[in-house]
């Protein structure tokens, strides 16, 4: 019931459509049985005239006997209900979509504020799941279970109403199996399909979670020789989900089949009732409409299913987004240059590791400093530049930005004053200056040109076929990894900061880039800056070398 109040919250705003939505969605199914009612009332008025005149004899353009009137009437009502349809659909999925691109946009800001120290932990395939898959499904009671709910009531008690002017016993009759195929019927279809639907979920994660798993260790898949063995398994694995999705289809029939026959025999019954309650002569429109008073009730019969589906997503999602944020989000801005660093005694472990990456950890930096730091690989060197840029609170210790300490500090704060230049630079399905840009909308094309000229990439990027404006395909990129690095350069230049970090910035360059990338920060860069690297001729432009060891630095030159 939490989820449902939860998941009703945020549509507060938007509950107006919703009203509208409903009013519209009882035009449509309501006006769909009065068509079909004035229809078979024609019919019979008309099955009266030929009786009564003689077929050869009757004129109906000049035969005041005849109900032209119900013709109109239809036509109205045709027109009101196709209205009503159009609103249901539209302001109903309007709502859903609005909704869940809320939703969307919390899951990106929880990312954001949980970083990688509450992520590390995350099924990679069930983060992308509840972006996509598990946020569609709650679409699920925003659009096809709010307002059918309202539709059904109201659509349900007008049917009862216009049964009861005609005769009590068979308006109790047709609420009765009504409900019995709105409440009943669905739990024999959902014993069936819930098992299959289930199977075919876990299929479909499992072949999610391995293509994922073979695309990260394609290289090391190559490199022993198993792609034969991980394509025969990822073809058992697509079996399996082709089999599961085969099962789901003829449960899915079956049910269909089962929907049917119930109807059939319900109309059976109302027949036998109707014939006993009203003659063989009166009324007869309202015996041949009682099939199309179930079709409202259709669109909820895979309801508990469905909303089981959906509401599982909504408790998955608010888990995710109600999760505790380990990084302390500051409330001080710190605003002005970043001048000092200062850390002292540092201890940090990964969450997910007992054994401490760092331990008496200690660093003093002035504004023109530049620092390297080697060691060995994976004994935490990158470690320090994730915890300047809070992507994971540290244990014990302090570390000072300015004199004030950083977890006091705001986290756009700390992104204002710090450029980080990974290994691999990140790039987007954007265009190149978007890519370069990041949103930082106040910078001219003429600049950028400057920045791209400086780093010697100018004439690189005019040769694109439509220079700044060309698409980026992130695993087709159409520079060289020396430029890759150069075009990651140009966003710290753009993006101006007090701190830059370069973590492994030359790991994958050859000496020309080497040069150009190092002679740039060195004349032009002002501020802080620290190297991250195994490769001591990084460190060129350095005035102090530490060596990292045993969690802690050692003066290597300074």
Same mark, same amino acid.
């Given at each position: 019931?939490?989820?449902?109040?939860?998941?009703?919250?945020?549509?507060?705003?938007?509950?107006?459509?919703? !009203?509208?939505?409903?009013?519209?969605?009882?035009?449509?199914?309501?006006?769909?049985?009065?068509?079909?009612?004035?229809?078979?009332?024609?019919?019979?008025?008309?099955?009266?005239?030929?009786?009564?005149?003689?077929?050869?004899?009757?004129?109906?353009?000049?035969?005041?006997?005849?109900?032209?009137?119900?013709?109109?009437?239809?036509?109205?009502?045709?027109?009101?209900?196709?209205?009503?349809?159009?609103?249901?659909?539209?302001?109903?999925?309007?709502?859903?979509?609005?909704?869940?691109?809320?939703?969307?946009?919390?899951?990106?800001?929880?990312?954001?504020?949980?970083?990688?120290?509450?992520?590390?932990?995350?099924?990679?395939?069930?983060?992308?799941?509840?972006?996509?898959?598990?946020?569609?499904?709650?679409?699920?009671?925003?659009?096809?279970?709010?307002?059918?709910?309202?539709?059904?009531?109201?659509?349900?008690?007008?049917?009862?109403?216009?049964?009861?002017?005609?005769?009590?016993?068979?308006?109790?009759?047709?609420?009765?199996?009504? !409900?019995?195929?709105?409440?009943?019927?669905?739990?024999?279809?959902?014993?069936?399909?819930?098992?299959?639907?289930?199977?075919?979920?876990?299929?479909?994660?499992?072949?999610?979670?391995?293509?994922?798993?073979?695309?990260?260790?394609?290289?090391?898949?190559?490199?022993?020789?198993?792609?034969?063995?991980?394509?025969?398994?990822?073809?058992?694995?697509?079996?399996?989900?082709?089999?599961?999705?085969?099962?789901?289809?003829?449960?899915?029939?079956?049910?269909?089949?089962?929907?049917?026959?119930?109807?059939?025999?319900?109309?059976? !019954?109302?027949?036998?009732?109707?014939?006993?309650?009203?003659?063989?002569?009166?009324?007869?429109?309202?015996?041949?409409?009682?099939?199309?008073?179930?079709?409202?009730?259709?669109?909820?019969?895979?309801?508990?299913?469905?909303?089981?589906?959906?509401?599982?997503?909504?408790?998955?999602?608010?888990?995710?987004?109600?999760?505790?944020?380990?990084?302390?989000?500051?409330?001080?801005?710190?605003?002005?240059?970043?001048?000092?660093?200062?850390?002292?005694?540092?201890?940090?472990?990964?969450?997910?590791?007992?054994?401490?990456?760092?331990?008496?950890?200690?660093?003093?930096?002035?504004?023109?400093?530049?620092?390297?730091?080697?060691?060995?690989?994976?004994?935490?060197?990158?470690?320090?530049?994730?915890?300047?840029?809070?992507?994971?609170?540290?244990?014990?210790?302090?570390?000072?930005?300015?004199?004030?300490?950083?977890?006091?500090?705001?986290?756009?704060?700390?992104?204002?004053?710090?450029?980080?230049?990974?290994?691999?630079?990140?790039?987007?399905?954007?265009?190149?200056?978007?890519?370069?840009?990041?949103?930082?909308?106040?910078?001219?094309?003429?600049?950028?040109?400057?920045?791209?000229?400086?780093?010697?990439?100018?004439?690189?990027?005019?040769?694109?076929?439509?220079?700044?404006?060309?698409?980026?395909?992130?695993?087709?990129?159409?520079?060289?990894?020396?430029?890759?690095?150069?075009?990651?350069?140009?966003?710290? !230049?753009?993006?101006?900061?007090?701190?830059?970090?370069?973590?492994?910035?030359?790991?994958?360059?050859?000496?020309?880039?080497?040069?150009?990338?190092?002679?740039?920060?060195?004349?032009?860069?002002?501020?802080?800056?620290?190297?991250?690297?195994?490769?001591?001729?990084?460190?060129?432009?350095?005035?102090?070398?530490?060596?990292?060891?045993?969690?802690?630095?050692?003066?290597?030159?300074?």
């Amino acid at each position: 019931m939490d989820t449902f109040k939860r998941l009703f919250s945020y549509s507060k705003n938007l509950r107006l459509k919703l !009203l509208w939505s409903l009013l519209g969605a009882f035009f449509n199914a309501f006006g769909h049985v009065l068509i079909f009612y004035y229809a078979f009332n024609i019919i019979f008025d008309l099955k009266d005239l030929i009786l009564s005149q003689g077929a050869t004899e009757l004129n109906l353009f000049n035969n005041s006997m005849f109900p032209w009137w119900k013709f109109y009437l239809i036509f109205v009502i045709a027109i009101l209900t196709g209205i009503g349809n159009a609103i249901e659909h539209y302001l109903g999925h309007d709502v859903a979509f609005q909704v869940l691109a809320d939703f969307r946009i919390l899951v990106y800001e929880k990312i954001r504020d949980l970083g990688p120290a509450s992520l590390d932990g995350h099924d990679k395939a069930s983060l992308l799941k509840l972006m996509s898959q598990d946020i569609d499904h709650i679409e699920v009671f925003y659009a096809h279970t709010i307002v059918p709910i309202g539709r059904v009531i109201t659509f349900a008690i007008s049917i009862l109403i216009m049964y009861w002017q005609l005769d009590w016993v068979l308006a109790i009759f047709i609420t009765i199996f009504s !409900l019995m195929y709105l409440f009943i019927f669905p739990r024999f279809k959902k014993a069936k399909l819930e098992e299959s639907t289930i199977a075919s979920s876990n299929a479909k994660n499992k072949l999610n979670s391995t293509l994922i798993e073979y695309a990260k260790g394609k290289d090391t898949i190559i490199q022993l020789g198993k792609v034969d063995a991980s394509l025969t398994n990822l073809e058992k694995i697509q079996t399996e989900v082709e089999i599961s999705t085969a099962d789901k289809a003829n449960a899915q029939k079956t049910s269909v089949d089962l929907s049917t026959n119930y109807i059939y025999f319900t109309f059976i !019954l109302f027949s036998i009732i109707f014939f006993w309650r009203l003659g063989f002569a009166n009324n007869l429109a309202y015996l041949f409409i009682f099939p199309f008073c179930f079709e409202p009730y259709k669109s909820l019969s895979n309801l508990p299913m469905t909303l089981s589906t959906g509401i599982d997503a909504a408790k998955r999602l608010f888990a995710f987004v109600d999760q505790e944020v380990l990084i302390e989000k500051g409330t001080i801005d710190g605003k002005g240059s970043l001048d000092k660093i200062e850390i002292n005694n540092l201890e940090f472990t990964y969450p997910s590791r007992s054994k401490k990456v760092l331990h008496d950890f200690n660093l003093f930096m002035n504004s023109s400093d530049r620092i390297g730091i080697y060691g060995a690989s994976g004994i935490g060197k990158s470690t320090l530049a994730k915890i300047l840029m809070k992507w994971y609170p540290y244990e014990n210790g302090s570390i000072k930005f300015n004199d004030i300490e950083l977890n006091d500090l705001k986290l756009t704060c700390i992104r204002d004053n710090i450029n980080y230049m990974p290994q691999k630079a990140d790039f987007f399905s954007a265009t190149l200056r978007e890519n370069i840009l990041l949103e930082k909308e106040d910078i001219s094309d003429n600049y950028i040109w400057q920045i791209l000229d400086k780093l010697d990439l100018s004439n690189r990027v005019s040769r694109l076929p439509k220079g700044l404006d060309t698409i980026m395909v992130p695993d087709n990129m159409p520079f060289s990894a020396g430029e890759k690095q150069r075009l990651d350069l140009a966003r710290v !230049l753009i993006h101006p900061a007090d701190l830059l970090i370069l973590d492994e910035p030359l790991s994958n360059l050859d000496a020309v880039n080497e040069n150009i990338i190092l002679d740039y920060i060195a004349k032009e860069y002002e501020g802080m800056v620290i190297i991250i690297s195994h490769r001591k001729e990084a460190f060129s432009i350095c005035n102090s070398i530490y060596k990292l060891e045993n969690g802690s630095l050692i003066t290597a030159r300074g």
